[in-house]
């Protein structure tokens, strides 16, 4: 089954505590995203990545870190310095091509308790 | 800065009807425009692409339109049903094709 895939689903984190979200896709794309969805709000871009080994800020950078080290692969760490982490988390991907469209994955809601 | 709008208030429809939804946006002068499913819990699914140089688009039920001029595009679902019932996001994208900009969404329940 190709897809992107998502882990966990829900997380649960303490305050003043690093945590990863993982994003695997095995489309064979080259470009892979996140995103933050709050409530009645878009979604909001924190990093993209066009080609391993190379990522850009996105609207909300602040407080995240991302790594591509493998074309299949772009975790996501929600470090202690983002004030306000508890949200739902989006993972996307596209091929190359203007305008392609984005697959994303089912979400991770990290929870800050 | 860029902005997207679409209606915050959900729209509620007999079924058989047709749902419009809109989205506006302002200092933006996107070369794509997508749109987007989006169920409770779940990540958006991609419903139409629209480039800025075509006027309107179709799908089976769906249609989009989009006014480069008005700065607006226009979201139809024809005869629609209650599986219709969703939240659908627009989405701009730029010329490079890389940064995608979405909407908040707008919900839509589809009455039987």
């Known amino acids: 089954d190709g897809g992107i895939t998502q882990s966990p689903k829900y997380l649960f984190r303490k305050e003043g505590q690093n945590v990863t979200l993982s994003c695997e896709q095995n489309?064979?794309?080259?470009?892979m995203y996140w995103y933050r969805q709050d409530p009645g709000q878009g979604l909001r871009l924190i990093y993209y990545?066009?080609?391993?080994?190379?990522?850009q800020k996105g609207d909300i950078a602040e407080g995240y870190s991302v790594s591509r080290e493998k074309k299949e692969s772009f975790p996501l760490t929600v470090t202690s310095a983002q004030k306000n982490p508890t949200a739902f988390y989006l993972c996307?991907?596209?091929?190359?091509?203007?305008?392609?469209?984005?697959?994303f994955g089912q979400g991770t809601r990290l929870t800050v308790v | 800065s860029q902005k997207i709008e679409q209606n915050s208030e959900a729209l509620n429809i007999q079924e058989g009807k047709t749902a419009t939804l809109t989205c506006n946006y302002t200092?933006?002068?996107?070369?794509?425009l997508q749109w987007y499913r989006q169920d409770p819990g779940r990540g958006p699914v991609f419903l139409l692409l629209?480039?800025?140089?075509?006027k309107e688009k179709r799908k089976e039920r769906l249609k989009v339109t989009f006014d480069t001029t008005l700065k607006q595009s226009l979201f139809h679902i024809t005869a629609s049903q209650p599986a219709d019932s969703a939240t659908y996001l627009c989405?701009?994208?730029?010329?490079?094709?890389?940064?995608?900009?979405f909407g908040a969404g707008t919900r839509l329940f589809v009455k039987a």
């Open positions: 996307a991907s596209s091929p190359r091509g203007e305008g392609a469209e984005a697959f």
């Open positions: 489309l064979n794309h080259d470009a």
């Open positions: 990545s066009q080609i391993v080994n190379d990522f």
């Open positions: 200092n933006y002068s996107p070369a794509y």
């Open positions: 629209i480039r800025e140089n075509e």
């Open positions: 989405a701009l994208v730029d010329t490079g094709g890389f940064k995608t900009i």
